[in-house]
């Protein structure tokens, strides 16, 4: 999709993927994430209420026409959102490269976008309480990270306490897949919340995992991509001990370590959802690889303040 080159980046929400750190990030850990170039902006954004019209919200590539009046999930989250901006009305029509439910921070990407569209003059801080008021709608529980995220559009190390610390380092260059298999974070968090509380293992696990996004700072900050990808493997494991990976997603995942893949794993929720590689030099050789298989996948950029051409 190219976008509008007049619009501002700034009224760009972004997508994202989780280098190293998902699940545990729910408990306080640190988490390695990063914004991707995809994601959702506002074509129109009409807050003066025509005599008779009701609020509406469009995502014709989501396939998304709800009012703020329905019980249909997107539907709540607007109207949660129209409440948390204190307005009556607002007609918005967005536009999005980003594939929904998968894994990629679309229901971020989404509410980020709205509020943005509702409230344009509004801080940052106050598009981020309108953003996650919304986010809270499809989430129950989030720990924050995909709309930080989406509204940052950088690298960054992200915490529940104390949110975004961007990581000074170039964009990343990753591969995508997606297994087309929908899933729900909430359904998955609260999967490993049973394990963590019956599974001593489990708490092991998220442990573990914060330890590895740990060393994932110093990986990427020092550009060891070796390292990176090794840990990525690791973290893939330990989120198969918590209950979150599938045979799909495995499969994946050894396409593309066979294919050239230094790392690879879930991102996000798991269940279903996408699998990220890192392949430095090799992202074509990798993508064909899971393209091949039947996979939808793309490169993107992590990090990278631009969207793709
Ligand atoms: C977020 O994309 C994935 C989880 O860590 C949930 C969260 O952080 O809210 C599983």
């Not at 921070?105 to 509004?122: E, F, K, Q, Y």
């Not at 963590?196 to 092991?204: E, F, L, N, V």
Request: aromatic fraction near 4%; include cysteine.
């Amino acid at each position: 999709m190219t976008y509008d080159s007049h619009r501002p980046t700034s009224n760009i929400a972004k997508g994202k993927v989780i280098l190293l750190g998902e699940h545990a990030v729910v408990y306080g850990h640190p988490a390695l994430a990063g914004a991707i170039d995809r994601g959702v902006c506002t074509k129109i954004a009409e807050r003066t209420q025509p005599e008779g019209s009701t609020s509406r919200l469009r995502v014709s590539e989501w396939k998304i026409d709800v009012g703020a009046d329905s019980q249909h999930p997107v539907s709540l989250a607007f109207a949660a959102m129209l409440k948390a901006a204190d307005l009556q009305y607002a007609d918005v029509e967005l536009r999005s490269d980003l594939p929904a439910a998968a894994g990629l921070g679309s229901s971020a990407a989404l509410c980020v976008a709205i509020a943005r569209s509702v409230a344009p003059d509004a801080s940052h801080q106050t598009i981020a309480t309108i953003a996650n008021a919304g986010e809270a709608c499809f989430h129950e529980n989030p720990s924050g990270i995909d709309v930080a995220l989406s509204m940052s559009g950088q690298i960054a190390e992200y915490r529940k306490e104390s949110g975004l610390s961007p990581l000074d380092c170039p964009p990343l260059p990753l591969v995508v897949a997606l297994s087309g298999i929908p899933r729900s974070t909430a359904k998955m968090v609260n999967l490993v919340r049973e394990r963590i509380a019956k599974d001593t293992c489990a708490s092991a696990a998220i442990e573990d995992i914060a330890d590895l996004s740990a060393e994932g700072r110093d990986a990427l900050l020092k550009s060891d991509w070796e390292l990176l990808g090794s840990l990525m493997n690791q973290c893939q494991d330990k989120l198969g001990h918590l209950g979150v990976s599938i045979p799909t997603l495995e499969r994946m995942i050894r396409i593309a370590r066979k294919s050239g893949a230094s790392g690879a794993k879930l991102t996000g929720a798991g269940g279903g959802g996408s699998i990220i590689a890192l392949a430095p030099g090799r992202e074509q050789k990798v993508m064909r690889a899971l393209q091949e298989a039947g996979f939808e996948s793309f490169i993107t950029q992590v990090g990278q303040s631009e969207l793709r051409d």
